[in-house]
T-cell receptor, first 112, second 112 residues
Framework: EAQVTQNPRYLITVTGKKLTVTCSQN?????MSWYRQDPGLGLRQIYY???????DKGDVPEGYKVSRKEKRNFPLILESPSPNQTSLYFC???????????FGEGSRLTVL | EDQVTQSPEALRLQEGESSSLNCSYT??????LFWYRQDPGKGPEFLFT???AGEEKEKERLKATLTKKESFLHITAPKPEDSATYLC?????????????FGTGTSLTVIP
């Protein structure tokens, strides 16, 4: 079964405590991306990666880092989380032939 | 300026009452327009891709159409299981085409 798997699904943390949200895919797609979803603002792209070792900023990259050391994984790193990063995060990959983004189940992050 | 605007924000329909959701976009040289369905607590699920004005796609009770400046998602004789948030997205028309811009969605409730 085609999957994009995110962990953790739910996390409550405190300001300044580094955290990583993992994302892995089993579809061998080159393109992967991270989004955050906030009420009234919709889905906004944080970072994307065209392929291994190639990453680029989306619309809201401040406060986030990513790495793409292998095709399968695309972790999102919050070096020093702040309350304004409380949000619902989605990882997605892209079927380059159809243009379809395939999303994970989401990770709900709360920063106190 | 918002790239994608969806209306209405929320829509309540009686079962069997057909209606349409609107997605207007401001990007020029559209590379692709996408419709997604999102259920509470889940990641968006791909429905349709439209590439050029005049194109139409259908799936069960849903039909998506595209003009030069907007897209419509027509829902014919909806059922309660069609209740969800419907998201519209456009693909960045730049050469890289690697960014996607989402609207804030229309929350549809179908009442039995």
């Amino acid at each position: 079964e085609a999957q994009v798997t995110q962990n953790p699904r739910y996390l409550i943390t405190v300001t300044g405590k580094k955290l990583t949200v993992t994302c892995s895919q089993n579809m061998n797609h080159e393109y992967m991306s991270w989004y955050r979803q906030d009420p009234g603002l919709g889905l906004r792209q944080i970072y994307y990666s065209m392929n291994v070792e190639v990453t680029d900023k989306g619309d809201v990259p401040e406060g986030y880092k990513v790495s793409r050391k292998e095709k399968r994984n695309f972790p999102l790193i919050l070096e020093s989380p702040s309350p304004n990063q409380t949000s619902l995060y989605f990882c997605a990959n892209l079927n380059g032939e159809t243009g379809e983004l395939f999303f994970g189940e989401g990770s709900r992050l709360t920063v106190l | 300026e918002d790239q994608v605007t969806q209306s209405p924000e929320a829509l309540r329909l009686q079962e069997g009452e057909s209606s349409s959701l609107n997605c207007s976009y401001t990007v020029s040289g559209l590379r692709g327009l996408f419709w997604y369905r999102q259920d509470p607590g889940k990641g968006p699920e791909f429905l349709f891709t439209l590439y050029s004005a005049g194109e139409e796609k259908e799936k069960e009770r849903l039909k998506a159409t595209l003009t030069k400046k907007e897209s419509f998602l027509h829902i014919t004789a909806p059922k309660p299981e069609d209740s969800a948030t419907y998201l519209c997205a456009v693909q960045d028309p730049s050469n890289t085409g690697n960014q996607f811009y989402f609207g804030t969605g229309t929350s549809l409730t179908v009442i039995p």
